[in-house]
């Protein structure tokens, strides 16, 4: 459905475009699976053989003129297979040119077949129509002793297995004449022998013959020849449609990471035991206070550290989802970008507002609703500008290996070297601090919690802090605008 809205042409309306989409599903025979899940490594979904006919689908839907399949009947059984080579013969009826790669196919696929290319160790052993194979490889000694499949036929002869098929007396002269070393233990002469003949015998009487059919030019009127030079690409939405369908569908696959049961009670477990640690501390006393500014130190980490790594898997996971749309002009990059990131924001801010409304209450911190929204809004601007510098990181390396171990050093950095746990940092690495999101995230919460309390908190003024969130805004669009130049190099560097 979603490649019908996205691939297919700007004319049709969306009620049309899902209409081909269920027509598809349906000569498919996707019927009886068409409201489950695609699933992966990790997820339970559809079969093998279903996920190759929806592979058939994405292509087949737009009407293509020219279709190339790599092995489009492997894993599924004789029924299905049938079914979807009778599709590809409908396609090419009306037309359109359908290329398939294929091993040991039934004979009543193989008698589907309008032409037959067969290789053999990477040379060409046969070209032409494919009901004229059997009698080409009779004509030239090659000839079944038994009834057989004749795909099995060939495939024999591209192995050069000449058990079952009679052998050239051109073939039997020769390796008379070679040593007896050269011959099987049945008389049969050695696979490369065989080989070596089926292409000589291919060149000399079939390939000329092909060739010039294949140099023969074509008449072609100047439409259709601006048609086949046209660079420009064809949207089949529009940025805004593109933007909303790509939303939906972000939305709709990743709820089931963000809420499943192990990653919300790996929040909840975190809160109750942070609440309870800091059960009712005291604001009113320094020791008191130096509790809560650990505690705040603790959740700047936190919820610094958790969403950088939930990040870098996107891009590294989607990259070949990404290629191959990309490559299929189904969305502009910007397009999907934009819905990739935005689409995770309503997901990112659910979680953070169970797990502060457990542990603020419980850990006796201001009780004004000012209070409690500006530190949610602190740390859903961490949250948010953390997973910029996953999706950086991510996007730039697209390797999990190599994207996850440069995370962990770039965020204990930032942690270091913000001056928690070294007072007096060297000027020459102090700067990094500027860039570090939990040492803006740790200053604003301490300003909001003590603002109209006390003039400083550890050393740190409590102003209006609109200089850290003008930090974290800064952070939260350039990590996303690395992340994005990233992939557009990437984009480039795949199309060079």
């Known amino acids: 459905m979603y490649a019908a809205r996205l691939r297919l042409p700007k004319v049709l309306t969306r009620q049309q475009k899902e209409k081909r989409a269920v027509d598809v599903i349906y000569e498919l025979g996707l019927e009886r699976c068409q409201d489950t899940m695609i699933g992966g490594s990790f997820v339970r979904g559809v079969s093998g053989g279903e996920r190759k006919r929806v592979c058939i689908g ?31 013969q409908d396609i090419a009826e009306v037309g359109k040119t359908v290329i398939t790669t294929i091993h040991q196919p039934s004979s009543r696929l193989f ?27 009779s004509s030239i000694g090659c000839s079944p002793l038994i009834a057989m499949n004749p795909a099995e036929f060939l495939l024999d002869l591209a192995n050069g297995n000449l058990t079952d098929i009679s052998v050239p007396s051109e073939l039997e002269d020769k390796v008379q004449m070679e040593n007896s070393e050269t011959e099987t233990g049945n008389g049969k002469p050695p696979p490369a022998v065989v080989h070596e003949y089926l292409v000589e015998a291919y060149e000399s009487r079939v390939a000329d013959t092909e060739k010039k059919k294949l140099m023969a030019p074509l008449p072609l009127d ?201 007072k007096k940092v060297p000027v020459f690495i102090s700067w990094i601090r500027y860039m570090s999101f939990n040492y803006h995230t740790y200053k604003l919460l ?18 209006s802090g609109l200089k850290e969130v003008g930090a974290l805004v800064a952070m939260i669009f350039g990590y996303r605008f690395l992340a994005y130049l990233s992939l557009r190099k990437m984009q480039l560097h795949c199309e060079a």
């Open 58 to 88: 994405n292509e087949i839907i737009i009407n293509p003129s020219l279709l190339f399949l790599d092995e489009p009947t492997s894993g599924l059984d004789s029924t299905t297979a049938l079914r979807t080579i009778q599709t590809l």
């Open 111 to 137: 008698h589907k077949f309008d032409k037959l290319i067969l290789l053999g160790k990477g040379s060409l052993l046969y070209f032409g129509k494919a009901s004229e194979a059997i009698v080409y490889f």
């Open 222 to 422: 100047d439409e259709l020849k601006s048609k086949v030079s046209s660079s420009k690409r064809q949207w089949g939405a529009s940025w805004w449609q593109q933007y909303c369908i790509l939303f939906c569908r972000g939305i709709k696959e990743r709820k089931h990471d963000y809420f499943s049961w192990l990653r919300i009670t790996q929040v909840l477990s975190t809160a109750i035991i942070l609440g309870l640690l800091w059960w009712q501390s005291d604001s009113k006393t320094i020791r008191g206070r130096q509790d809560q500014a650990g505690w705040l130190f603790f959740i700047a980490v936190f919820w610094g550290f958790f969403p950088v790594f939930t990040a870098i898997f996107t891009f590294p996971q989607e990259r070949a989802m990404l290629g191959k749309e990309r490559a299929a002009d189904m969305y502009r990059l910007s397009a999907y970008f934009l819905a990739r990131t935005t689409s995770d924001l309503p997901l990112d801010l659910i979680l953070p507002v169970l797990f502060l409304l457990v542990v603020y209450f419980m850990a006796g911190l201001r009780l004004s609703a000012s209070h409690f929204f500006l530190s949610m809004l602190t740390v859903f601007l961490c949250i948010v500008a953390a997973q910029g510098l996953g999706l950086a990181i991510g996007a730039t390396l697209m390797d999990l290996k190599r994207a996850t171990t440069l995370a962990s050093v770039t965020v204990m950095t930032f942690m270091l070297a913000g001056g928690y746990f070294v």
């Open 446 to 463: 301490l300003k909001v919690q003590y603002q109209d309390i006390m003039p400083t908190v550890n050393g740190i003024k409590t102003d």
